[in-house]
């Protein structure tokens, strides 16, 4: 029991959680409604279960692989949350690294085959690189190895809705709806996923940014070039709070749309459970100093993020 906690942890396994719902929340409150009023389409369904498969092995080895590149630095940072050569073997971390990695790329080429959509296989491969050599080498270099996890964040996002976009209705069985977005509703779902993923993307940059000021003792002692050890804490702060700003502007000015639709209770939420947060969180890290102060913040930012994304509930509850 003891060795299966460890490997959770090594797997982080309340995140691969995170993103299956993510995903599963883009699907069911926005892409379904949308494209299937009242008819259950197996076929897609299942392959859309085969990609929430395929994104969360290809999270997992990302985050093995993180953990075996990054023991001397968590001996430093977090001693207590060490996994690898504690109690998995590293050897044995690299095995799971791959065959983690492996089942993604495989899988993904699988619905690549079934939908002839190619993205999504390629894209995989290239999630699996990048996760790579973030771990190798752009996790030390500056803001490069924020972007890419930000932007892989977002892609988890993006990717339910370039698989539905290009699926064919060849493969649909007689008295299915095909999965198959034309004019204002391809237009409607098109906008919602990109701006799901751009939430993604600026929420998880600035906690990675908060995480970087959490890790600088460790960073800084093995070489690493993160932000605030190049540029200092207070340019670093900045940059986390202009990020915090632009994102509390974005969520607002979108609540004066949902204020024209009707959607009450969706501002309620926004401004109780993001907004308010958000500027919370800006005001608290103005005020932070110690490693403890800026852990805190980034999981207040991680909590954010599943608040903002839960609101796609509100596109099933006011139907369009």
Known sequence: MKLAGAFLRLVRYPN???IAATQFLFYFCILYPALHPGIFPAVEFNLFLLLVFSS??????????NDYFDLNIDQVNKPERIVVEKHIHRRWAIIWHWLFSTTGVVTGFYISFVTQNWLIGFSNVICVLLLWVYSTTFKKKILIGNIIISALTAWVVLVVFFMVDYFPKNIVPVGETPLVLAGQ???RIMRLAFLYGGFAFIISLIREVIKDLEDMEGDARY???TMPIVWGVPVTKMFAGVWLMVLTGAVLVIQFYAMYLGWGWSILYSMALVILPLLWIARKLYKAVTAADYGYLSRAVKLVMLT???SMIFFKLYPS
């Open 16 to 18: 691969l959680i995170f």
């Open 56 to 65: 969360v092995s290809i999270a997992a080895g990302g985050y093995v692989i």
């Open 185 to 187: 509703v391809h237009r």
């Open 223 to 225: 070489g690493c070039k």
């Open 308 to 310: 903002g994304i839960l």
